[in-house]
């Protein structure tokens, strides 16, 4: 009788010791999850991407570097990029971009612009205008570097140049388009040679083959080329053709 009442004893104790374990287990499932500790990312900052086209390359790399963004070359090959421009950029100027984003430029040569330092290679037409109706076409061609012999040749009372200057011969084509009155070819513009010193030079007087003195009057669609004369130092070659029409600006056109 004992030993069942031991043995019903230690059942119960089993039995207690169960529940009391499954109450623990319910409780700890009823308890809301812990919850995870969440953290934001920092905005992006935006920046306007600036004007850089026409910039030397370097200065155009430091202003892109100032808003904090990252510039960069097309075909970058560790060269000076000396007397070339910033041509293109990527992205346009004014764009908004993230801050850190990158900038792509393409540099190269400057257009020729017809100003002194950038002038129009020979053989460019150029136009002058009247009343915002072009006029007349002129066209200087390249130049005859040392012409003396064909000068001289010409005509035996030319005076020979000077001791170290050379006659130079240059050949401009002149258009009527659409002047109602008869341009006279010699009078229409005035070329002059300017020195890369800056010295400019008149035209020589002196008798020489296809004078453009010798060409008469050109009516609306007339055309016709004749020669100029200069007597230029020997030191004074890769200068430009100052070229102006009544009292015009000049336009320059380089001389080969």
Known sequence: MRKLLAATATALVLVL?????????????????????????????????????GMD????LDKIAAESLEGSIWGDDGSAYEGQIVK?????????????????ITVG???????????????????????????????VGP??????????????????APEGSVYVLVPVTITNVGSAEA???????????????GRSYDRASAVIPGNIN????????GSATGNLAFVLPTT???????VSNGWSDPVFVAAN
């Open 214 to 221: 010798d060409i008469g009057d050109l009516y609306e669609g």
């Open 143 to 160: 130049a005859t570097w040392n012409a003396d012999a064909t000068v001289m040749a010409e005509n035996q009372f030319n005076d020979p």
């Open 183 to 197: 341009v006279i070819p010699w009078l229409a513009v005035d070329i002059a040679y300017v020195a890369p010193d």
């Open 88 to 104: 293109s950029q990527e992205p346009a100027a004014g764009a908004s971009v993230d801050e850190g984003s990158g900038v792509l």
């Open 17 to 53: 010791s169960a529940c009391s374990s499954t109450s623990s287990i319910e409780a700890q499932d009823e308890r809301e999850p812990a919850k995870a500790d969440v953290v934001e990312a920092p905005a992006v900052e935006k920046v306007v991407v600036p004007d850089v086209v």
């Open 236 to 242: 004074a070659q890769g200068g430009v053709w100052a």
């Open 109 to 139: 040569v400057p257009d020729p612009d017809g100003s002194r330092d950038l002038p129009f290679p020979a053989g460019t037409v150029l136009s002058a205008s009247e009343g915002g109706v072009e006029t007349l076409t002129v066209t």
């Open 57 to 60: 390359p370097q200065a155009a």
